[in-house]
Structure formats: C-alpha cells, structure tokens
C-alpha cells in the first residue's frame, strides 16, 4: 500500500513547487507616517450590551492572511488540497490511528426556530452578539472604528474637522503581511479614482448593510490596525470598482446576460453565457439553509469542478456571484456563513490551481471576516498528515474555524439532522435545481429614470449619514455626553433608513438570482432560508 503512495507524493511535491516557483510577492510600497502605531486593545465591559436598534453585516467571505510568504506557500497548498484533494486513499478513522489534530467542538447549542420562518434582515435575530461587532464594542475599538471613519472622510473629499488635514497618500505601514499587493493597490486606487468615485463605490458596496459593521470587518481582519485595515479597504474599493466591476457588470446583470451570451452568434460570447450558466445548472456551489447558529450554508461539491472546462473568468465571476449573493442573506447580528466542502467522490480530474488562487485572495484580500466555520466532509485520507504539517503555519484562529466530518452525525453537531440534506446523509428531503432566468424578471431595471432618482436619493442619505458621522466625531472628541447621545441616536436612525431604502433600490440595479425565483430572497429586506417547508 505505501509503495503506491510514492507517485502520488511526488506528484503532489512537484505541483506544490510549481506553485511556489510561480508565485511572487509584490514590492511593498513605502508611505511616510501619518499617525502614530495603533495601540493594544483593552476590553471595557461598558460597550458590551448589544443594542436594541437592528443592524445588519458585511458578508462572506474567509481567513486572515498568514504572516510570512512561506506560510502563504502552506496556506495555498492547504486550500488547494482542500478544494482538489483528489480520491487517492481514504482516511478511515475506524482503522487508522492518524487523526486530524483539531477537535470537532460543537458550537453553543441554539434554538434554530427564528430562522425557520421568514426572517427580516433588518431586525436583529435572537442570537449572540459577537465581539468586535457593532453594539459590542469596547472604548478602544470605537475609537479604532471613530478613526478609520476619519480617514475614510478624508479620502471621500469630506471635511470631518481635524484640525491637521495631512495626506492619506502618505500613509505608511511596513506590512511583513501584503501577500496580495494590497500597499500597492492602496497608492494606485488614489491615483486612479477621484474622491467622489471612491465614495460612490463605498456607498454601493454598502448595500443594505451598517456602514459600521463594513468598517469594523478590515478592522478586526488587520487586528485593530487601522492604516493597515484601511489600506486594505481602498484596495478592496479599486478591486470592485475597477478588475472584477462587483456591482456594475456581475450583480448588475446577472443570470440574465449570461443566458442572453448563451444565445449569441458570436463563439466567444456563447462560451462565456455557458460556461456560467453550467455551473449554476450543475450546482457546483449552491446555498441553502442555516446552522445551528443561524449561518447561511453554502455547499460545494468539488466533484462537480472539471478542470478547464469552464474559462478563467467564468470561474472567477461565479465565485464572486456566490459570495455576493450570500450577503444578501446574512441575518444581523450574523455576519458569517458556513461552508460545506462536500469532497466525496473525488478523482484527481477536479484539482484546478488558477480558481482556487483566486477563491483564496477573495477571501483574504477582499471579503474579510466573513468565515463562521469550514466542513470539510469526507477528506481523503492523505489529507490528514498533510494537516497536521500546515496546521502550524496558520493562524490558530484560522486553523479552529476548520473541521472534519465524515457522516451526518459529524455534521449533526453543526446543522441540526433535519436540516442536513440527503445528499450528505441527513434527513431533509430536499435537492438542487436550477431554475433559470424567467421573461420580465427584470423589468423594473428598463425603468432607468426611476433607477436614476432612486439613486440620487440614496446617495443624498449617504451624505447626510456622513454629515452626522461628523457630528459624532467632533462630540466624541470634546467628551460631552449629552452631544454624543444626540450625534449616535441621529446618526443611527439614518442609517437603518439608508438599509431600508436599500431594497426599494434593489429590483432596479440587482438582477434576480436562482434565490429570488425560488422565494429564498423575497425582497423588502426578507429571506426564507426554507420556503414551502
């Protein structure tokens, strides 16, 4: 049996070096300082009762990036091997006594009931409140939070009344951290995009969502950091508004363009509808459902990935298309989904390195803190020694988010029995379909007149938000309580009307998903994670 292993292990150790050979750490660039290094945070039990005031989150999204550009080597090999691991042997716990070195805890043991019904995404669920979130957060991180919003006024074009209005440009931050370039990004987004553009992008990115709780995820992903959390944030703006165009082009149009290329004369347009609308008829990654902890489910059924059959960019749209569709189900005070990497049935036909490279800079890059916990189910027995070895290089609280489940009742101490879906041996009768787009769908999004006063008024909330986020820095500043009061309740109620105004918006620059057809997604801030049920 081990003299088997020996091809295989070389195969595996000449792919790795291949990858790492390949890769490359851009030069960071080097930025005077603006303020002074971001202190430790102390915990300060005054900010930790959760408000009754609804809010909502940021989503999906994954891990933080690893220190060092040999443990990015770790990182990427571990996805890798967690995406495509392949179906050489079979890790059977029953006969083997190499096991994987993390526990499988179950989470705190919840009700699911507020979840199993229709669920207002702009009322706070009966659930926890995490740390670092808003309504739970101490001195020091709101003022970690007060000064990122200073900084994000500043690039905005917004005077927020400092009385030193040094440059962002000049911010610098030695970052042992930027795997993914970010520094550089950051100093090409400000030559590249005006003030005005960088704050409309802000603003879609927003969505339905607590500008506060979008601030707060870069801010927990760099550990309180704030110019590195902030770099990371204008980095992410020239990602979405400039490479992948997130709101303008993939959420804009949708299922619906890409049926319509799928009909097209020209060749190349016809492989671009098809290539995406197989992934989604395949149901390579598909959402459904909530854990224990009210997490959205997104499940992945690795075996359904063939390499090269869809194009590169295919592959990247889809995935940014799930990610964003998921936040559109996110339950405040969840700010996190679930996802299940179904690795049953596996040949080495599904390993793929380009969309897995970009699933992984998403995640760290682009969607931080949006990773509740990882399933990987029914691994490859190779792929426990090869944990035990990656582990190390990760970061622990990284490392703890991943669990191994090989049967339902693994599965069980995360998704209650009757929510786990046959497929993956549990009780709920239930499989994916595809339903495609439907004629006039989209017909409010011919309204461009309406659309276009719509979102004149969303911008002039927006502005009026940061209006009184200046309000609120300068009464937090002279420590006058009673202004305070006043700048966060005023503050506040604009900015749960900027979520509610979010999905008049909606029809008229969304087009529909699977989600919205099948009456998951239902519009004025609703979802039913299990409709019909």
């Known amino acids: 049996m081990h003299n088997c292993l020996f091809p295989r292990r070389r195969l595996v150790q000449s792919s790795a ?9 851009p030069r960071r660039a080097q930025f005077p300082s603006l303020s002074s290094p971001s202190r430790p945070l102390k915990r300060s039990p005054t900010r930790r009762t959760p408000p009754t005031r609804p809010f909502s989150t940021f989503p999906l999204p994954f891990v933080r990036a690893p220190k060092r550009a040999s443990q990015s080597f770790w990182a ?23 096991q994987p070195s993390n526990s499988e805890k179950s989470p705190p043991d919840q009700s699911q009931e507020p979840f199993l019904g229709i669920v207002d995404l702009l009322q706070n669920m009966p659930v926890e409140q995490p740390p670092g979130t808003v309504g739970n957060l101490t001195h020091e991180q709101e003022a970690k ?35 993914h ?33 979008l601030f707060l995820r870069f801010l927990r992903a760099r550990k309180w950091n704030v110019k590195k959390a902030f770099i990371m944030f204008i980095s992410t703006i020239r990602w979405r508004s400039k490479e992948i165009k997130v709101d303008d082009d993939i959420m804009r149009n949708g299922e619906a363009l890409a049926q319509k290329q799928s009909q097209s004369a020209d060749p190349a ?31 992945v059924r690795v075996r359904m990935h063939k390499a090269g059959e869809q194009s590169e960019e295919s592959l990247e749209r ?24 179904d690795m049953s049935n596996f040949s080495l036909a599904n390993m793929d390195y380009a969309p897995v490279k970009f699933m992984i800079k998403c995640f760290e890059a682009n969607y931080p803190e949006s990773l509740g916990a990882v ?66 769908e989209n017909k409010a999004m011919e309204d461009t007149a309406k659309r276009d006063a719509l979102i004149a008024e969303r911008q002039e909330m927006a502005k009026e938000i940061q209006d009184a986020t200046v309000s609120w820095l300068s009464a937090s500043a002279s420590k006058d309580k009673e202004a305070i009061s006043l700048a966060e309740g005023r503050r506040n109620g604009l900015i749960n009307r900027l979520r509610e105004h979010y999905w008049v918006l909606d029809p008229y620059i969304r087009s529909r998903s699977l989600y919205d057809r099948t009456n998951v997604i239902k519009g004025d801030g609703k979802v039913e994670f299990y409709p019909g049920a």
Request: include cysteine; charged fraction near 25%; charge should be negative.
């Open 269 to 299: 347009e016809k492989k671009k509808g098809q290539d995406f609308l197989d992934q989604m008829r395949l149901g390579k990654s598909y959402l459904h459902g909530v854990d224990k902890n009210g997490r959205p489910i997104c499940v």
């Open 375 to 440: 399933l990987v189910h029914k691994a490859p027995w190779l792929f426990s020694g090869v944990w035990s070895i990656i582990k190390g290089w990760l970061d622990p609280v990284v490392a703890g988010k991943v669990h191994f489940t090989k049967n339902a009742n693994d599965l069980e101490k995360f998704i209650p029995r009757d929510r786990i879906v046959k497929e993956l041996e549990g009780d709920e009768n239930w499989d994916y379909k595809y339903v495609g787009p439907q004629p006039d």
């Open 318 to 341: 889809f995935t940014v298309y799930v990610i964003e569709t998921t936040r559109m189900m996110l339950p405040p005070p969840v700010e996190t989904a679930t996802i299940v990497f």
């Open 76 to 98: 990427f090999a571990f996805t890798l091997l967690l995406i495509g691991g392949g179906s050489w042997i079979y890790f059977d716990p029953e006969k083997d006594s190499l």
């Open 17 to 25: 070096n291949s990858i790492r050979s390949s890769s490359s750490v």
């Open 181 to 213: 370039g970010q520094s550089k990004e950051f100093q090409q987004a400000l030559a590249d995009m005006s003030p005005e553009e960088i704050r409309i992008t802000f603003w879609n990115m927003v969505k339905h969502d607590n500008p506060d709780s």
């Open 145 to 179: 939070l007060q000064e990122f919003w200073q900084l994000a006024l500043k690039t905005f074009g917004v005077k927020s009344g400092e009385t030193e209005q040094s440059s962002v440009s000049s911010l610098n931050v030695a970052d042992d951290d930027d795997k």
